[in-house]
Nanobody, 121 residues
Framework: QVQLVESGGGLVQPGGSLRLSCAGSGNIASINAMGWYRQAPGKERELVARTTSGGSTNYADSVKGRFTISRDNTKNTVHLQMNSLKPEDTAVYYC???????????????WGQGTLVTVSS
């Protein structure tokens, strides 16, 4: 069974930093795009940052210059370094990946369980 497991959320003061990590496990053959989404209370889930297997990245305008996404293809992991955090960054953050697993090699979109980030003084 293939799954994504996030870690690194928590409570941080405005202006602080957090680093989220997401690890894929199971019978993974390959991973295409990986990314982070977030959902604040009462709002729809939105893309935060995304990276392709080739290393291309894109970010939501609201986080450009503050957040950095990175991945380690050898470890099936993706990270989100979040700096200069603001109260409006408070949300549940979800890892997302497009994964081919054995033996079917069918491409599937998977989500992690989510990790809560709270930015508050």
């Amino acid at each position: 069974q293939v799954q994504l497991v996030e870690s690194g959320g928590g409570l941080v003061q405005p202006g602080g930093s957090l680093r989220l990590s997401c690890a894929g496990s199971g019978n993974i053959a390959s991973i295409n795009a990986m990314g982070w989404y977030r959902q604040a209370p009462g709002k729809e889930r939105e893309l935060v940052a995304r990276t392709t297997s080739g290393g291309s990245t894109n970010y939501a305008d609201s986080v450009k210059g503050r957040f950095t996404i990175s991945r380690d293809n050898t470890k099936n992991t993706v990270h989100l370094q979040m700096n200069s955090l603001k109260p409006e960054d408070t949300a549940v953050y979800y890892c997302n990946a497009n994964i081919r697993s054995t033996p079917s090699y069918i491409l599937r979109e998977l989500w992690g369980q989510g990790t809560l980030v709270t930015v508050s003084s």
